[in-house]
């Protein structure tokens, strides 16, 4: 199967010499691990950027080593990751970009290689959980940290940033009761976006709710709702759940979002069952200081897949 992409010469992780850039998409099987950038952020609507999100993850990607003292792992020793390059995505063309992202991760999901997508705009979520979930006979579950719902029909009456698990849940197979979002609040939630969500029952915590429940008991929470009757869960992390001090290179930055620690520990605790693959989304380089929203995003990929490495789930057992 062919998925249009931008070779990217740059690699994951690239100092520890620890990913290997793979020309052929084919061979992504062969891997526990596939990083897969999609740089696209037509669906942005105010801030852009992100469209330079897979390149400023990989670029501060240099900055950390394989081996994590808290988790006890070595992502070197104990799994193999690729990184395929970027899925063409049509700067001008939102839907286009949508089946091509979907037919990107697909094709990764279906390959038996854990995805990890770098984003790209949070419009990305809908065309993501489309591909992964095609594949499944049972239902997914989304566990969705973020300030934003993100679950209006429509912004500027396109399927925007704004607008992904309005879509994603009309799947057949994603119901919205699965979906559970970490992290909203402040004053740029939608209240389209807030009414989808109390009509389709979907579990909203805020930051407070968090933090007055404690990580541990919101991590539980959380893992309850998104595997309640479903076979897999997709992590969608967008990085404006942090605090705006944290992440200044996003298109809606939103004061009083959670803390690097708190969220640390909450990504932590929800890998930890296993996942069908993640996202980072809303990284905008262009408005970044001193690359520290990158290496927000990059810090949440290596712990997930550390988390992952420890729990069991990976590698794959099957090879
Ligand atoms: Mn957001």
Redesign the pocket.
């Known amino acids: 199967m062919y998925v249009p992409r931008v070779p990217h010469r740059s690699r994951w992780l690239v100092r520890e010499a620890h990913t290997e850039y793979v020309e052929d998409v084919k061979e992504c099987g062969k891997y526990d691990v596939a990083v897969l950038g999609a740089p696209h952020d037509a669906g942005t609507t105010y801030r852009p950027g992100t469209r330079f999100g897979p390149q400023g993850m990989r670029r501060i990607s240099a900055l950390y080593g394989s081996y994590s003292f808290e988790l006890g792992v070595d992502l070197r020793e104990s799994i193999t990751i690729a990184d395929l390059g970027d899925i063409f995505t049509i700067p001008g063309n939102i839907e286009k970009s949508f089946d091509q992202i979907a037919k990107g991760v697909s094709h990764v999901f279906a390959s038996g290689a854990f995805p990890v997508v770098l984003g790209g705009g949070?419009s990305i979520g809908y065309p993501t959980v489309r591909g992964v979930a095609e594949h499944l006979s049972g239902n997914l579950g989304i566990i969705h940290f973020?300030?934003?719902v993100?679950t209006q029909e429509t912004d500027l009456d396109e399927r925007m940033h704004t607008t992904p698990w309005y879509h994603a849940t009309d799947l057949l197979n994603v119901p919205a009761k699965n979906l559970v979002q970490l992290g909203i609040g402040g004053w740029q939630a939608p209240r389209p976006g807030v009414k989808v969500s109390r009509e389709r029952e979907t579990t909203i915590l805020t930051v407070n709710d968090c933090v007055e429940m404690g990580m541990e008991a919101a991590a539980e929470r959380a893992l309850e709702v998104a595997w309640d009757g479903t076979d897999a869960v997709w992590l969608s992390f967008?990085v404006?759940c942090l605090d705006v001090a944290f992440v200044p290179g996003t298109g809606?930055p939103e004061p009083g979002g959670f803390l690097p620690r708190e969220v640390l520990e909450l990504v932590r605790r929800i890998s930890e069952p296993g996942l069908a693959g993640m996202e980072i989304v809303?990284c905008s380089p262009p408005y970044d200081s001193a690359d520290i929203t990158s290496l927000v995003g990059v810090r949440v990929i290596c712990d997930v897949l550390g988390t992952l490495v420890r729990s069991g789930r990976l590698p794959r057992g099957d090879r």
Do not use: I, K, Q
Request: negative net charge; aromatic residues 12%; proline residues 0%.
């Open positions: 949070h973020d300030r934003h993100d967008d404006d809606w809303e």
